[in-house]
Nanobody, 127 residues
Framework: QVQWVESGGGLVQAGTSLRLSCVASERTFSAAVMGWFRQAPGKEREFVAVIRQSQSGELTFYRDSVKGRFSIAKDNAKNMLYLQMDSLKLDDTAVYSC??????????????????WGQGTQVTVSS
């Protein structure tokens, strides 16, 4: 089973940026769907962004609260998945994890649709 390793988290001030990276343990960019999720203390894991293949190319989707601020991308040659996070807010504080293994017909916003996960990287936004 594919394993992911995230990096790039840290402690930053509100309004600044971070870029999270995720590398796969094997060449898995045949995966049709890859996503980022986050989990804040005391809360359930929630969808952040997903990138999926389509007949017209790659499609991206974001949760409403991060639209216009976050951007998901992948680099097939490097076996990497990224999450660029700009204009960070206090509410973005969470452990961020990348995931794969969901089928195109599944609910891509549900963490239960994904089979492979990384261990997560902590993002803390301070005022």
């Amino acid at each position: 089973q594919v394993q992911w390793v995230e990096s790039g988290g840290g402690l930053v001030q509100a309004g600044t940026s971070l870029r999270l990276s995720c590398v796969a343990s094997e060449r898995t960019f045949s995966a049709a769907v890859m996503g980022w999720f986050r989990q804040a203390p005391g809360k359930e894991r929630e969808f952040v962004a997903v990138i999926r293949q389509s007949q017209s190319g790659e499609l991206t989707f974001y949760r409403d609260s991060v639209k216009g601020r976050f951007s998901i991308a992948k680099d097939n040659a490097k076996n990497m998945l990224y999450l660029q996070m700009d204009s960070l807010k206090l509410d973005d504080t969470a452990v961020y994890s990348c995931a794969s293994g969901a089928s195109l017909s599944s609910d891509l916003g549900s963490p239960y649709s994904y089979k492979s996960w990384g261990q997560g990287t902590q993002v803390t936004v301070s005022s």
